[in-house]
């Protein structure tokens, strides 16, 4: 298999579950090393894990290293360009599945030893803190609009060359601050491939006692990153970042 776009949108969309997912399980499954660390451990791993997941996915052929459709939307707005729609956001979604699948894996042990079907399904897929599905989506477009902007201002061409190799720190950095200041009310996806594959995969996978998937949620962690990515991508275009 040759590298290319495709595979490293999938390769590093997969670490990105992976780690990300990962340590949300060390921290709310029972009996894990990291049981009950707490939020900053959540939004630190997280911040992480997109950091590896772009130099993954560059190294693995994809360029851009978008590892979410809402990025790759907001782009293609910006751009008038929406060739790398039919590639980049189903190679995100698989790879955001098979991310999960290998969290399943790695917990093994632990989807026994939690009785509350609710934490499961919070190891996959994100959830409203108090379920109100208008201020929810608000708090998506808001957080995605946050990321698509913030990513722009980083790679603008007014920085120069200064954040060619610090690009996905600053990245990380920027769903760290996210995580910290916004995700306390939906769990931030900004991301539909980052909740719709695992989420699928939470459906699929013979988890003991897991419950449901919160499929009347799930529209939520989709529209709102959507709607936030074709706000900033037209931001974007309209002021030439």
Do not use: C
Not at 77 to 95: E, W
């Amino acid at each position: 298999m040759q590298l290319s776009p495709f595979l490293g949108e999938l390769v590093g969309t997969l670490v990105l579950i992976l780690l990300g997912d990962g340590v949300v399980a060390n921290v709310i499954l029972k009996q894990t090393k990291g049981e009950a660390a707490g939020w900053i451990v959540i939004t630190t791993g997280w911040a992480f894990a997109v950091t590896m997941g772009v130099f993954i996915a560059k190294a693995f052929g994809s360029i851009d290293a978008h590892l979410n459709p809402a990025v790759t939307i907001a782009f293609a707005v910006a751009t008038s360009d929406y060739s790398n729609l039919a590639s980049y956001i189903p190679a995100q979604l698989i790879g955001a599945f098979l991310g999960a699948v290998l969290v399943w894996l790695h917990y093994l042990p632990h989807w026994a030893a939690t009785p509350d079907p609710g934490t499961k399904l919070g190891v996959f897929a994100t959830g409203p803190a108090i379920r109100q599905p208008a201020g929810n989506v608000i708090s998506e477009f808001i957080g995605t609009l946050a990321l698509i902007i913030g990513i722009a201002g980083i790679s603008a061409k007014a920085l120069g060359t200064i954040a060619i190799g610090l690009g996905p720190y600053l990245v990380g950095v920027l769903v760290w601050s996210i995580g910290l200041s916004l995700g306390g009310t939906t769990g931030y996806a900004i991301n539909p491939a980052r909740d719709l594959g695992p989420r699928i995969a939470h459906a699929l996978l013979p988890i003991p006692g897991k419950g449901s998937s919160d499929w009347s949620y799930a529209w939520v962690p989709i529209a709102g990153p959507v709607i936030g990515a074709v706000v900033g991508g037209l931001l974007i275009k309209w002021y030439a970042l």
